[in-house]
């Protein structure tokens, strides 16, 4: 299983960003698609998810309202579509792909993309 994440770069607060993360056809259909950050000195917490059918998303309440998650089934690509950016949204983030478990944990996911940085400068 391999994924691959791209589309961090360095921007402005309030400026926008979209992450994508390209999945293999049956990664993408079988599983639970997440986000989740990691920042310097913290621990790697969760950002959003989409179920597997893709009707269902999931964030934290952080970036409510800011941050969407979608995917594209022709491309087998999820997007995290940021917008709004903070300065505490600054980390290396990554997409993770899980068979099962709970969706809000990193340990629920299998598959894990080699990250992204994202950087806010204020």
């Known amino acids: 299983v391999q994924l691959q994440a791209s589309g961090g770069g360095l921007v402005q607060a309030g400026g926008s960003l979209r992450l994508a993360c390209a999945a293999s056809r049956r990664t993408f259909s079988t599983s639970v698609m997440g986000w989740f950050r990691q920042a310097p000195g913290r621990e790697r917490e969760f950002v959003s998810a989409?179920?597997?059918?893709?009707?269902?998303?999931y964030y934290a309440d952080s970036v409510l309202g800011r941050f969407t998650c979608s995917r594209d089934n022709a491309k087998n690509i999820v997007y995290l579509q940021m917008n709004n950016l903070r300065p505490e949204d600054t980390a290396v983030y990554y997409c993770?792909?899980?068979?099962?478990?709970?969706?809000?944990?990193?340990?629920?996911?299998?598959?894990w993309g080699q990250g992204t940085q994202v950087t806010v400068s204020s």
């Open positions: 989409l179920s597997r059918s893709g009707g269902i998303t």
């Open positions: 993770a792909a899980s068979e099962g478990g709970d969706t809000y944990l990193p340990a629920s996911y299998e598959h």
